[in-house]
């Protein structure tokens, strides 16, 4: 470019731009390139031109134009910037905001239980299970020796669903032994279960409620003997309650699904609730050497396969472990309640450790 009036109006221009705001710069890209704009202007003046003049003067004035465009292209860029990383601080979410203020939420003490009987029988190589809280009458009795119109139906208060004409209601679960049918029926022996759940009979007073939780256990494979049992609960219950020493009795009873069946006690001081301490025995839970007829309905060969199975209520542990008083309570909500008997999140079952 060798015209000083272009020279002048390019180097007045740059400089302009370089420093201009984001609406001086829109005015002094109207008035150079806009409609009305000076450099427009001159390339108006082009049109009017010889040819070998305009050959000249329109490279040089695209010259113009094309060192301004660029100016102005590159100071809109760093406006742009500019006006982004403000926006950007102004709108910034301060994700170093508190967290939900600590205790709020604790784990029930029934999901502790759980938990550390999980992690107790999960030491012992067991794997846990479930199964529906609505069963058919077989899986509930009829599978577990208890034959219709047998009086050991009368020893759970059962709750019946509406019946479909000419067959036996769904029921409610009585409790979690119908999960050992149904693991007989699908599963190969060896076997080694727990089953925790939900089981319901129509009960209520301070240490019954029409829902409660059991935990099943089912061990089947050759050669288990009751020693089996005896050395697997007291392993469990000595973990649990923490206490190596803990006295553990069994005591002959009954059950249909067992042979022979046994109630296992522990020692406990009757004035003083202490478990462990005194010269008192507390039943505990039901268990017993699984009978020949539940291995034979679940196509199982009791001359083949023996086992064990047992059940433990819960409510009943917990409520031994930790001094509760009224089952009801477990179900009441009350926060006041549950902050203090409840568990820190951060405070997984550990007892294990001690197996
Ligand atoms: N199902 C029995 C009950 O609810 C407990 C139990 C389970 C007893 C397994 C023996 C074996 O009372």
Redesign the pocket.
């Known amino acids: 470019m060798t015209d000083p009036d272009l020279l002048q109006l390019q180097s007045e221009s740059v400089a302009s731009i370089a420093k201009a705001d984001a609406a001086t710069l829109e005015a002094l890209r109207v008035g150079l390139l806009g409609k009305a704009g000076q450099i427009t202007a001159l390339l108006k003046e082009l049109g009017s031109m010889e040819p070998e003049a305009r050959k000249v003067r329109g490279a040089e004035v695209n010259e113009l134009k094309a060192v301004v465009t660029s100016a102005l292209e590159a100071r809109k860029a760093v406006l742009d910037e500019t006006a982004l990383s403000l926006k950007l601080q102004a709108e910034r979410i301060d994700i170093s905001a508190p967290p939900r203020p600590e205790g709020l939420g604790c784990i029930h003490p029934i999901s502790r239980t759980m938990e550390e009987i999980a992690a107790i029988f999960g030491a012992m190589g067991f794997t846990i299970k479930d199964g529906p809280d609505i069963e058919d009458d077989w899986y509930n009795f009829s599978a577990l020796n208890i034959p219709a119109h047998h009086p050991a139906r009368a020893?759970?208060d059962t709750f019946y669903l509406q019946a479909n004409p000419g067959v036996r209601p769904p029921v409610l679960r009585?409790?979690?032994?119908p999960v050992?049918i149904r693991t007989l029926l699908k599963e190969p022996p060896p076997i080694r279960i727990i089953v925790p759940g939900r089981?319901f009979r129509a009960d209520h007073d301070a240490t019954h409620s029409p829902m409660f939780h059991?935990t099943?256990?089912?061990v089947i494979g050759k050669g288990i003997t009751l020693a089996h049992l005896k050395g697997c609960l007291i392993d469990f219950l000595r973990a649990f309650f923490d206490n190596p020493d803990l006295p553990v009795r069994f005591r002959a009873s009954y059950?249909p699904?067992?042979e022979p069946?046994m109630e296992v006690d522990i020692g406990w001081n009757r004035k003083t609730g202490e478990i462990g301490k005194g010269t008192d025995w507390l039943e505990i839970?039901?268990?017993?050497m699984v009978h020949p007829n539940v291995l034979a309905n679940c196509g199982i060969d009791p001359r083949e396969y023996q086992g064990?199975?047992?059940?433990?209520?819960i409510e009943r542990i917990t409520m031994l472990k930790h001094g509760i008083a009224d089952l009801r309570l477990f179900y009441e909500s009350d926060v006041r309640w549950l902050r203090h008997y409840g568990f820190s999140a951060l405070a997984p079952a550990m007892l294990h450790e001690g197996i």
Do not use: R, Y
């Open positions: 020893m759970m009585t409790h979690t032994s050992q089981t059991q099943e256990g089912l059950f699904f067992t069946s839970l039901g268990s017993g064990f199975a047992f059940g433990v209520g």
